[in-house]
């Protein structure tokens, strides 16, 4: 995977709630067998018209925010499916970091797997960046993930949380599995009592 | 003494295999459910890392979201060419990593969660994954499951275990008994509609209460089905006498001495008194009206007594959301929600493709005929279900009715198979989500219970069932 340390970019703007995986990726996506290529179909009903061109208000349409690193985003983003499709196609597009006042929690586990960072901060912070990133292209935000902390183009400086263990895989690009297998031997006997005291599992 | 446990702390409990100083958790995995949509990428990361799948005796595979539901589905031509490359990949994955298989030829197919029940794969008490955020169903058993992303599905693949921190804990009690004509799908339904679809973020939520311990097993899917709805990673329901009925003798379930040393330890699942909640929501049942979505999000949740609200009605975001939702939706602030008229039907899913959704839909459409016009379509979650409603003469009264009776799937839940909506079609369905183009590009959907959809096919429009029952 992919490190995440310090990002500096644009930030496009998406104040809509509850944005779910169907608008994130629609379905008719989710039948490649690969990982890679889904950028393109990034929010595809939003931002598309039926015979294919563009609809040019959609933000990530904009001359200014067509190169957007990190999304700005309404509360409750990324609900419904579990597609992994999802962080897929935004990190295809090129978006590393998405801030909101909440994300689903299956969306949530999956950007770490991916390398792309999701802040949760409280609705006057997000509103703060909300403003910042309207401003455009001009407008580049920093994220710095070992300080925990977003500097605005103003230079106003908004800190965030973010779980250690979760930091430490983005800073270091590590790929779970190989972690998970270096414990082989609490498994090993996690399997041994459970063969003893729930044998029918 | 030890402190009072939540039913979810002690299944949790029961399942660390490793816990870091910081709280980070392996959790093992008891059951992982596959299906053919996000499982390709997870196997070809085996295979490129040259691992194998750590307990295959514990790995259920199932084709479901992909396949056609019409009959002489087996020639390839039905599917489209991607759709087949997956479905064909999940053959040829099972296969050469010896998991269990229930290919689309196998009368025992048909959606994963349903599967994985009606099987006796799920158990009380036991972790269940799988790749699909509906995986939340199984929770019904009084076991600990949720949906996950591919990248877990291939660690579970890899190690039979699960990175993951504690959740809160959240009560949902439905006090008292429902009125007739109310079901477990109004029960789910007015609880998102009550908490938003962001008020489980964070929590594993217990179903509780009278309401609750009355439904049978089918009835308790249903409401778990739906608490990823409500943003939960996990709902849960105590198993009790009707959970143990419902799992004796099935194909997987233990058997003999097995079973009852089973039974004894299920007998030790539930919340001890004076456990912490973190959260509590609690509905009267008596309180609870047959609802109907009117929105984009299943919390725009109403009585189909209601009217279509108007943005303003909303604050912050979600004035913009209501708007945006108004206009895909072509309905009007103030228009009764009992008249809006339908085109389409779709009765089936693994929130409502159970055979009690079967019997229910029966019972409002024996002997009668569908409005002229309507599309309907009513496809069984599960081969097994398909051939008991037609041992039960079930599929007669459909087909007379004017119902297609389909073969077993996901379907138009998310219509990812060519059971589709076109544009502006507009559906009342028994299933999970009523997000934009959910059902199909453009198509409008009405989230309702099976008895509400049967009612709906009768007359047409969104209808209150107690008129015609």
Known sequence: ?201 | MTAPKTLYDKIWDAHVAHEAEDGTCLLYIDRHLVHEVTSPQAFEGLRMAGRKVHAPDKTIAVPDHNVPTTAGREDPAQMTEESRIQVEALDKNAKEFGVHYYPVSDVRQGIVHIVGPENGWTLPGMTVVCGDSHTATHGAFGSLAHGIGTSEVEHVLATQTLIQKKSLNMKVEITGKLKPGVTAKDITLAVIGETGTGGGTGYVIEYCGEAIRDLSMEGRMTVCNMAIEGGARAGLIAPDETTYEYCKGRAHAPKGAAWEQAVEYWKTLFTDEGAHFDKVVTLRGEDIEPVVTWGTSPEDVLPITGVVPSPEDFEGGKVEAARRSIEYMGLTPGQKLSDIEIDTVFIGSCTNGRIEDMRAVAEVVKGKKIKEGIRAMIVPGSGLVRAQAEEEGLAEIFEAAGFEWRLAGCSMCLAMNPDQLSENERCASTSNRNFEGRQGYKGRTHLVSPAMAAAAALTGKLTDVRELV
């Open chain 1, 1 to 201: 995977m992919e490190k995440f340390e310090k990002l500096q970019g644009i930030a496009a703007p998406m104040p809509l709630v509850n944005i779910d995986t169907d608008m994130i990726i629609p379905k008719v996506f989710l039948k490649s067998i690969q990982r890679s290529g889904f950028g393109v179909n990034l929010f595809d009903e939003m931002r598309y018209n039926r015979d294919g061109s563009e609809i040019p208000d959609f933000v990530l349409n904009k001359p200014q925010y067509r190169d957007a690193e990190i999304l700005i985003a309404g509360d409750n983003f990324g609900c419904g499916s579990s597609r992994e499709h999802a962080p897929w196609a935004i990190a295809d597009f090129g978006i590393k970091c998405i801030v909101s006042t909440s994300f689903a929690d299956i969306f949530f586990n999956n950007c770490f797997k991916n390398g792309i960072l999701p802040i949760v901060l409280p609705q006057e912070q997000v509103d703060v960046l909300m403003a910042d990133a309207e401003k455009g292209a001009n407008a580049r935000m920093t994220v710095d993930l070992e300080a925990q902390e977003i500097t605005t183009s103003d230079g106003v400086s908004i800190a965030f949380e973010v779980d250690a263990f979760k930091k430490h895989c983005l800073l270091n690009g590590l790929d779970d599995i190989g972690l998970t297998m270096e414990k082989a031997d609490s498994i090993k006997s996690y399997e041994e009592k459970l063969t003893a005291q729930r044998p029918w599992v």
